[in-house]
């Protein structure tokens, strides 16, 4: 990915950002190496962020403007599609809503579009189910219940402390923040610091009113999956 310059030229579209400072600041500090360059900070559009020519396939968000690639180890990745086969699994058996995947974007605002690793939707918390099972756009553009996300080396504190606002502002019921790292979960309710609580690996994750019923002990989420080795067979 190309480095952004350290001064931004203002373009046509006029982008509010004058440094790469600005711009860095507005995403919560994140390294250079994720801001995509083109479209010119500020400037983008959401049909930039639908252009695969322009974001190359990779997981990107949409930022006021700014294209930002997501932080995402394949390890992370993984984690991420184990617990959502986990949730799915709970919710298809009443059948109580529709999950999204890391790819699965949500419009929170007409230049604020993220890619939670996981989200989760009730049928009964939409005015219409069925335009939930098959949405009209690209985006889900009504506010999920649950979003997960699985931290990754490249996230910072600041970044995720302002995604967690946007979803508190948007009316997400219930976040998770899963750190491989720690092996600890952090539940907001409604997205809010206030009121959250870091689970560790002696405690176990439940979906409160979002998916009643659903418990998960949280040393399942970080347990090693690989098959223990066998030992070697002496030769003679």
């Known amino acids: 990915m190309a480095t952004v310059m350290l001064t931004l030229r203002r ?30 900070p500020g400037t983008a559009t959401v049909l930039d962020l639908l252009d695969p ?14 294209l930002v690639e997501k932080a995402m180890g394949y390890d992370e990745d993984s984690l991420g599609l184990w617990l959502a086969v986990q949730l799915f699994n709970f919710a ?49 553009e009504v506010t999920p219940d649950l979003v997960v996300e699985v931290l990754s080396e ?12 946007e ?20 539940v907001y309710p409604k997205g809010r610091e206030r009121g959250k609580k870091v689970l560790t690996e002696a405690d176990t994750l439940d979906g409160g009113k979002v998916l009643p019923g659903f418990a998960l002990p949280v040393k399942d989420i970080f347990a090693k999956r ?11």
């Not at 890391?102 to 335009?131: C, H, K, Y």
């Not at 490249?154 to 606002?165: F, Y």
């Not at 690989?226 to 003679?236: H, Y």
């Open 11 to 40: 373009t046509e579209k006029g982008s509010p950002f004058r440094t790469i400072s600005e711009v860095q600041a507005r995403l919560g500090d994140v390294p250079q190496e994720r801001i995509l360059s083109y479209p010119a």
């Open 53 to 66: 020519t322009i974001t190359g396939g990779r997981g990107v968000e949409l930022v006021d403007g700014i």
């Open 92 to 140: 298809s058996i009443q059948n109580l809503g529709k999950f999204g995947g890391a790819q699965g974007m949500i419009r929170i605002g007409g230049t604020l579009v993220r890619g939670p690793d996981i989200s989760f939707t009730r049928w009964d918390s939409v005015p219409n189910p069925d335009e939930l099972d098959h949405l009209p756009g690209p985006f889900l």
């Open 154 to 165: 490249g996230n910072t504190p600041r970044e995720m402390a302002i995604k967690l606002g």
């Open 167 to 186: 979803y508190a502002a948007a009316g997400v019921k219930l976040v998770w923040y899963v750190d491989p790292d720690t092996k600890t979960v952090t």
């Open 226 to 236: 690989a098959p223990a080795r066998k030992p070697k067979k002496r030769k003679g």
